[in-house]
């Protein structure tokens, strides 16, 4: 009697592409959604807290509910999205015409919510900044559900999603790489453009200034260039199945969403995602206070200097550990990846501990020379503040490539309890744990800032508040990260059960798709 295994193989058509492997070519250019995707998720949040809160002035509370708005806003509308793309009917697809269109509308949005009027009101500030933001994540969300989703049934190898999601990480991590650079990238332009010989001495409207060109950069390039690629170059591997089993009727949204629900190991990837981000952004956005306020005397652009060798670094520890990501997940199982990431975090916070604290950082960051910049690497050397990155670059790579190469894992299970593909849908609910949790933890820092007496008008604050924002950079790192290794023991889909799935499926339709 032959194997499920074997059963599958004499079925396979198409020229024996069972193993699902796809061409370097088709892998690197819809990775490039990843950039587009990193820009749109991390540079409205980023650069929004330090234009508003350090550079206008306005309340950090006030300023965490404008940026949280947008994203319960991206939150809602992302399953709409979702269960949109999983029903279109097109020549082109049902997620190209939406990634193309979405990549236009977000490098011309994204320009516009910079363009504050200086002379409103910090309320007229911040409505601007609301209006335009819920224009930019509506855009956002036609643009990333539609491309996470065709990221999901590009291959139906269990191995070879983790490698798709490496590319779309790479290509993310580079985004990571730069999007902190608008700030202090855009400061640095214009003293040079008006002959300051430091950036401390540049106005507001200067500054603002600044920040205007580099977005628009950002946006035209960044999000629209890039953004495009995939739709030229992605292909829609699961559209003709997905025709064929709704036999042309569209699936309603509630059903949709129910459905999706009711799958338990997909429920355990949100919590997981819940957990990690609350965690990922206390630890990010404390660290950056620190770095302004405590290394560099509340100068925004120098402090954020510090912190853009600090992204630099996690991204460019991430982006050397995507081999190895997915070499654990060859060897092992993505789970196991997952425990190896959690148990990193962990250490990542005692490393934290040791290193942002006082006396570590005495030498002001200049590179105005030769001299100064060798003086500022040493500075940055002695400091140890390298040890961050190394420890703690590997954590939102995991997230990245693990999480959304499970998701795919788990959209397989679904069909086959379901009869029906929903990539679509499975990417916009998970998107929106996500975001939901980023929405949370702006919230969350902005009355944790106020209540342990942060002042943006002051240039050093109190001891007690340094000592407050570590604890709450390292504890709210290593606690939400032991209790995500403790819920990954229940994840029921191993890399056996997978296996099995994939092998079904492809029995029940007769053929294996490409």
């Not at 295994?5 to 396979?12: D, P």
């Not at 193993?19 to 650069?47: A, D, I, P, W």
């Not at 654990?328 to 942002?356: D, E, P, Q, S």
């Not at 050093?460 to 606690?479: D, E, F, I, V």
């Amino acid at each position: 009697m032959t194997t499920d295994r074997e059963t599958v193989k004499q079925a396979g058509v198409n020229g024996g592409a069972i193993g699902g492997k796809l061409s370097f070519k088709e892998k690197f250019s819809v990775g490039t959604g990843g950039l587009t995707v990193s820009l749109g998720n991390q540079s409205v949040r980023t650069t929004g807290q330090g234009v508003l809160n350090m550079i206008l002035g306005i309340n950090a509370f006030w300023v965490g509910i404008v940026l949280a708005i947008p994203l319960l806003w991206d939150a809602i509308t992302d399953p709409i999205m979702g269960n949109l793309s999983d029903n279109f009917k097109s020549k082109f697809g049902r997620r190209r015409p939406f990634i193309m269109l979405g990549a236009v509308l977000m490098g011309i949005t994204f320009a516009s919510i910079w363009l504050i009027p200086m002379g409103w009101s910090d309320a007229g500030k911040l409505a601007w900044f609301l209006t335009t933001s819920l224009l930019f994540y509506t855009s956002y969300t036609i643009f990333s559900v539609p491309f996470i989703a065709m990221t999901y049934e590009m291959t139906p190898d269990y191995d070879e999603r983790t490698s798709v999601q490496g590319y779309v990480t790479f290509w993310n991590r580079l985004g990571e790489m730069t999007y902190m650079g608008l700030i202090p990238l855009s400061a640095v332009f214009i003293a040079w453009r008006y002959g300051y010989t430091e950036s401390v001495e540049l106005t507001t409207m200067e500054r603002m200034e600044g920040i205007r060109i580099a977005a628009a950069l950002y946006g035209g390039l960044g999000m629209t260039l890039f953004g495009m690629l995939p739709a030229f170059f992605g292909k829609e591997r699961n559209y003709d199945i997905s025709i064929k089993e709704s036999q042309g009727k569209r699936e309603p949204f509630w059903q949709s969403a129910k459905m999706t629900l009711r799958n338990r190991a997909f429920a355990i990837l949100c919590t997981l995602a819940v957990f990690t981000i609350i965690a990922g952004m206390f630890a990010s956005n404390m660290d950056w206070y620190l770095l302004i306020f405590y290394l560099s005397d509340g100068d925004v652009a120098l402090g954020t200097q510090w912190k853009l060798f600090v992204t630099i670094g996690y991204a460019a520890v991430g982006i050397l550990g995507i081999p190895l990501i997915v070499w654990i997940t060859g060897k092992m199982t993505k789970i196991h990846g997952f425990m190896v990431i959690y148990g990193l975090m962990v250490l990542n916070a005692g490393v934290r501990w040791l290193v942002y604290r006082p006396g570590r950082f005495e030498t002001a960051l200049s590179w105005g020379s030769l001299e100064s910049a060798g003086a500022s690497l040493a500075a940055i050397f002695q400091s140890l503040i390298w040890l961050d990155p190394l420890t703690g670059g590997m954590f939102w790579i995991g997230v990245g490539v693990l999480g959304q190469s499970l998701i795919a894992d788990v959209c397989d299970d679904d069909e086959l309890k379901n009869g029906h593909r929903r990539e679509g849908m499975f990417g916009a609910i998970y998107g929106w744990s996500m975001k939901a949790s980023f929405a949370i933890s702006f919230v969350m820092i902005g009355i944790f800032l106020n209540a342990i007496g942060f002042d943006p008008g002051l240039e050093s604050q109190t001891p007690q508040t340094y000592l407050n924002m570590r604890l709450a950079m390292c504890l709210g790192a290593a606690g939400p990260a032991v209790l995500c290794f403790l819920l990954l023991q229940f994840y029921p889909l191993t890399r056996e059960k997978a296996e099995e799935n994939r092998l079904k499926l492809a029995a029940i339709r007769g053929e294996v798709n490409s």
